[in-house]
């Protein structure tokens, strides 16, 4: 079993920044590829951004690139999402996920693929 705990949410302006933190244990959590979703109060859940279990290859939802980052310190079983130029439509509760893989190239998109997940955190991006 893999536990996942997101931290970091919370209320910003819009043009602001926040950094979300996913903390892992239970299992090696360099054996994970790591994602982090979304969901907006009445839609569904939204992939947002995925990074291999090295943290060299990493994929972004168009919705967010050029504004996210996805990153990972596998010394500290913690993966990050830098979020900037937030936006209300950035507005969720945004999660954490793993999958086994040690594929250098493996960043899952869907939720599915996943095996694990955080309870989430609320981001909310003020107008």
């Known amino acids: 079993q893999v536990q996942l705990v997101e931290s970091g949410g919370g209320l910003v302006q819009a043009g602001g920044s926040l950094r979300l933190s996913c903390a892992a244990s239970g299992r090696t959590f360099s054996n994970y590829a790591m994602g982090w979703f979304r969901q907006a109060p009445g839609k569904e859940r939204e992939f947002v951004a995925a990074?291999?279990?090295?943290?060299?290859?990493?994929y972004y939802a168009i919705s967010v690139k050029g504004r996210f980052t996805v990153s990972r310190d596998n010394a500290k079983n913690t993966v990050y999402l830098q979020m900037n130029s937030l936006t209300p439509e950035d507005t969720a509760v945004y999660y954490c996920?793993?999958?086994?893989?040690?594929?250098?190239?493996?960043?899952?998109?869907?939720?599915?693929?996943?095996?694990?997940w955080g309870q989430g955190t609320q981001v909310t991006v003020s107008s």
């Open positions: 996920a793993a999958v086994y893989s040690r594929r250098n190239d493996y960043t899952p998109r869907t939720g599915p693929e996943y095996n694990y």
């Open positions: 990074v291999s279990w090295s943290g060299r290859t990493t």
